[in-house]
């Protein structure tokens, strides 16, 4: 009898042990929106690759979200004083790698988008840069890539840059015509294309075809433990071994914008 008891109480034990290694979460995920990474549809239901590519992590590891949205500038804030656990299609730098870490999982680059006809004018950021007169919106605390902030920067001391808090208002800036042009990225045009046939009214110009940044989940090295990082880094490695973040692109990109966000197979792969 004290023997079974026992036994009982062993494997009681053994279960609660075992549920709370294997718990995983709950983490808090801030999304933010921005293009086809994450937007509301026509029934008002938010989708987008981030939204997906957060699924399909939380199907693969276990691991259980809790999606908040939040505007990039305060997601950045609230990392750097730890209190958020996750966010997603960040751009990795030194100072953001000191409370987070980084896993991959795609690529791009920013194009200049700008007012039909204009480019006659603006053929380069040289050009561009020449005269006084123009001016250009960027999201605050984006990044863009080394050639498109050090061309920025040159603006910015010429105080040639405004900034908005999200890609809707620096886009409404630009239809205001208050600037001359502004920074989008693939998945923010095809949202464009797709909402409102943003190719008849705008010039996509690829002034920085080398500017390649990189893009993925944002971690906090604070709130989130080493072994659900892991869990995390080998759910995202598979995710991109079997073709699945390949799909996740495609529905909302297209097959001809797709390379354009595949990382490069030399990229750095979480371990």
């Given amino acids: 009898m004290i023997v079974t008891r026992y036994l009982r109480l062993l494997a009681a034990s053994l279960a609660l042990l075992s549920g709370s290694v294997l718990a995983c979460g709950p983490y808090k995920v ?43 500038v305060r997601i950045w804030d609230q990392l750097a004083r730890q209190q958020l656990d996750i966010t997603v299609s960040g751009i990795p730098t030194p100072e953001r790698e000191q409370y987070a870490e980084f896993m991959l999982y795609m690529q791009s ?111 906090s090295r604070h709130k989130v433990n080493e072994a659900d990082r892991r869990r995390l880094r080998q759910a995202l490695l598979s995710m991109r071994r079997d073709g699945t973040l390949d799909a996740i692109f495609k529905r909302y990109v297209g097959t001809e914008l797709l390379p354009s966000l595949r990382l490069d197979a030399n990229a750095d792969l979480p371990s």
């Fill in 30 to 72: 801030a999304f933010y929106e921005h293009g086809v990474l994450y937007f509301r549809d026509a029934q008002g239901q938010f989708s987008g690759i981030d939204r997906d590519v957060i699924a399909e992590l939380a199907k693969r590891s276990g691991c259980v979200f809790q999606p908040v949205l939040e505007s990039r």
């Fill in 109 to 219: 680059h920013n194009y200049v988008l700008m007012p039909k006809g204009l480019n006659s004018q603006l053929t380069s950021m040289a050009a561009f840069l020449a005269d006084s007169s123009r001016q250009i919106v960027v999201v605050k605390s984006f990044k863009h890539g080394l050639v498109l902030d050090a061309w920025l920067e040159q603006l910015r001391a010429q105080q040639r840059v405004m900034e908005a808090p999200d890609f809707e208002a620096a886009l409404r800036v630009l239809k205001a015509g208050r600037v001359d042009a502004m920074l989008a990225l693939p998945t923010t045009w095809a949202l464009l294309v797709r909402r409102e046939e943003a190719h008849k009214q705008f010039d996509l110009l690829d002034w920085a075809p080398q500017d390649h940044i990189t893009a993925g989940l944002v971690v």
